[in-house]
T-cell receptor, first 115, second 113 residues
Framework: AQSVSQHNHHVILSEAASLELGCNYSYGGTVNLFWYVQYPGQHLQLLLKYFSGDPLVKGIKGFEAEFIKSKFSFNLRKPSVQWSDTAEYFCAVISFSGGYNKLIFGAGTRLAVHP | EPEVTQTPSHQVTQMGQEVILRCVPISNHLYFYWYRQILGQKVEFLVSFYNNEISEKSEIFDDQFSVERPDGSNFTLKIRSTKLEDSAMYFC???????????FGPGTRLLVL
């Protein structure tokens, strides 16, 4: 079955620490990849996306992600987190096979950044 | 910046009652979706809608669920006879094209008692 795995359910960091959140998916074909963020009390917002081209994509607020096709991975990174990055982060995939248009989400990673 | 809006933000209902969740997608978007997130679980796809018909639905989306675009702006999800296990956060989303970025609304938190 198609699935998305996020390795860390909870991450606690101090400000200025580096962040890497893992995401792996289980599709064999072409995919579009997304990271969404949900700040406390707010709705899901797009952080960044990968459709094609340069596998290193940059998003808002200093986030970036790298698509590694051979590893079926799309890890999210930020070199120096801030307290305002405290949120839940969701990796999601759309598979092109079968003409599907639905997002398959990972379980999410709750990030807490302490000042 | 255009946003997806949803009403109500919270809904409490008795088991067996009908509920209608409302969404206003981004105005020039053509594809509309409902997702839900049961507390502590993943965000799950329910249904996608294009050109006034369902284009894809999940196993969750059984005969108790229906969607409608009653006018040019609203997109609704109806649950005919709610069950306890329907308690969840329901998210509406829209996109301009197939397999493009989906933009989410703030959600409706449904509690079935």
């Amino acid at each position: 079955a198609q699935s998305v795995s996020q390795h860390n359910h909870h991450v606690i960091l101090s400000e200025a620490a580096s962040l890497e959140l893992g995401c792996n998916y289980s599709y064999g074909g072409t995919v579009n990849l997304f990271w969404y963020v949900q700040y406390p009390g707010q709705h899901l917002q797009l952080l960044l996306k990968y459709f094609s081209g340069d596998p290193l994509v940059k998003g808002i607020k200093g986030f970036e992600a790298e698509f590694i096709k051979s590893k079926f991975s799309f890890n999210l990174r930020k070199p120096s987190v801030q307290w305002s990055d405290t949120a839940e982060y969701f990796c999601a995939v759309i598979s092109f096979s079968g003409g599907y248009n639905k997002l398959i989400f990972g379980a999410g990673t709750r990030l807490a950044v302490h000042p | 910046e255009p946003e997806v809006t949803q009403t109500p933000s919270h809904q409490v209902t008795q088991m067996g009652q009908e509920v209608i969740l409302r969404c206003v997608p981004i105005s020039n978007h053509l594809y509309f979706y409902w997702y839900r997130q049961i507390l502590g679980q993943k965000v799950e796809f329910l249904v996608s809608f294009y050109n006034n018909e369902i284009s894809e639905k999940s196993e969750i989306f059984d005969d108790q669920f229906s969607v409608e675009r009653p006018d040019g702006s609203n997109f609704t999800l109806k649950i005919r006879s709610t069950k306890l296990e329907d308690s969840a956060m329901y998210f509406c989303a829209s996109s301009s094209r197939i397999q493009e970025t989906q933009y989410f609304g703030p959600g409706t938190r449904l509690l079935v008692l």
